[in-house]
Structures are given as C-alpha cells and as structure tokens.
C-alpha cells in the first residue's frame, strides 16, 4: 500500500524562527499534494493544495508568506512555517493524491507533524 | 504499508437506509478512533470517535463500532440522508501520530 511520511513528527521552536516539515510520497508519485492543520475538535482544515512544478494553491485566510510549500518533485513537498509564532502551535497533516489511468483519485495521508512554538 | 484500511472505495445506499462503512487496522497499539467526512474541496470534518477501551459510542444518526479482537472499525449511519453523501475517512492514533484511511466514498440516493 501507499505511504507518506513526514519529518520531523514533533518539532519544537523559538517564536521567530523558521521551520520546515517534509512530506515524502514513498512508493507512488503523488501528482498532488496537501498540507492541512488540526484545529480543536479534531477537523482538518485544508490549507494548500500543489501540484508538481507549479505554485500551490491557497486556501482563503491562510497566509502565503508565512506558510511556503514547495513541491519541487511527485514524491516530495515541503511546508515551511516562516517566522514561527506560538499561535502557529498545532499539527499539521500532509495527504498525496495518486491517480492511475482511470481509477478513481486516492488520498494517502502523513502520520502529521506536531509543532510547537514557545 | 497501510495500517488503516478502507477496503471498499464507494459505497451507495438507497435514502433512509443504514450506511455501513468499513475500516481495518493492523497495528494493536492504536488506542483512539476517528472518523472524518470530507467534501470535496475541504479538509476533512471530524464526525465521531472512540476509545479503544469501549467498543461503541453514539452520537444522532451515527454509531461506530469497535472490534478490537478483529481490528475493525465500523461506521454506522441511520437514517441515511442525501447530506450525508461525501467521503469518509477513518483514523487511528499512536502516540502523537495519526494513520488515515484512503476513504469511502457513501452516495446517498434521494
């Protein structure tokens, strides 16, 4: 079956730094990817959509310049959190969606990457 | 390899009827449940959980069901409504980390 890993799963920070978290499609190449964060009560709510080689696509509210995603590969696609605040604390969830001819588009989520900014 | 399963891709039901969604899981360790529905477009919303140490927990219309002797999870939806028509994701938690399903997705014809 299709995994996606994320590093790191737990960071913890300095308010004012940066930090990046991978997300890794490992045995499928994942034409699109997408970077969520939990909120209480446990929704995900989606933050970005990329696809590969092109600029990500950003959901209303959510700050392109402070959460940059690159997606510079089908098995690789970077969140990077810029100038980290503590509100910026929560849990964030990469998903790669496979498609092969003309089965149906397939979501494999990340294990998720806990941050914490003090 | 996959630890949460979702071994049937779509699934259809007549309005009114029960929808019954599936997951199977491998790892014993998990200890918390989740199920999510997504529409398209949107994040995942979460729907209903459990403990590992019940084995069912109610919330209206939807009932999951844990099986922890055959790893299975089960989603129960009575009566089904065309609302309810999206993709249904199941969870499971290890420590601080969470495994998904690849979805169902339910079709709730009027």
């Known amino acids: 079956g299709a995994v996606v890993s994320q590093h790191p799963s737990r960071v913890i920070c300095k308010s004012g730094t940066s930090v990046k978290i991978e997300c890794r499609s490992l045995?499928?190449?994942?034409?699109?990817m997408f970077w969520y964060r939990q909120f209480p009560k446990q929704s995900l709510m989606l933050m970005a959509t990329s696809n590969e080689g092109s600029k990500a696509t950003y959901e209303q509210g959510v700050e392109k310049d402070k959460f940059l995603i690159n997606h510079a590969s089908l098995t690789l696609s970077t969140l990077t959190v810029t100038s980290a605040h503590p509100e910026d604390s929560s849990f964030y969830i990469c998903?790669?969606?496979?498609?092969?001819?003309?089965?149906?588009?397939?979501?494999?989520f990340g294990p998720g990457t806990r941050l914490l900014v003090l | 390899d996959q630890q949460v399963k979702q071994n049937s891709p779509s699934l259809s039901v007549q309005e009114g009827r029960i929808s019954i969604l599936n997951c199977d899981y491998t790892?014993?360790?998990?200890?918390?449940f989740l199920w999510y529905k997504k529409y398209p477009a949107e994040g995942p919303t979460f729907l209903i959980s459990i403990s590992s140490i019940k084995d069912k927990n109610e919330d209206g219309r939807f009932t999951v069901f844990l099986n922890k002797s055959a790893k299975h999870l089960s989603l129960h939806i009575v009566p089904s409504q065309p609302g309810d028509s999206a993709v249904y994701f199941c969870?499971?938690?290890?420590?601080?980390?969470?495994?998904f399903g690849t979805g169902t997705s339910l079709t709730v014809i009027p």
């Open positions: 790892n014993s360790m998990f200890d918390y």
């Open positions: 045995d499928f190449q994942a034409t699109t």
């Open positions: 969870a499971a938690r290890f420590g601080n980390q969470f495994y």
């Open positions: 998903s790669g969606q496979y498609r092969s001819g003309t089965a149906r588009e397939t979501q494999y």
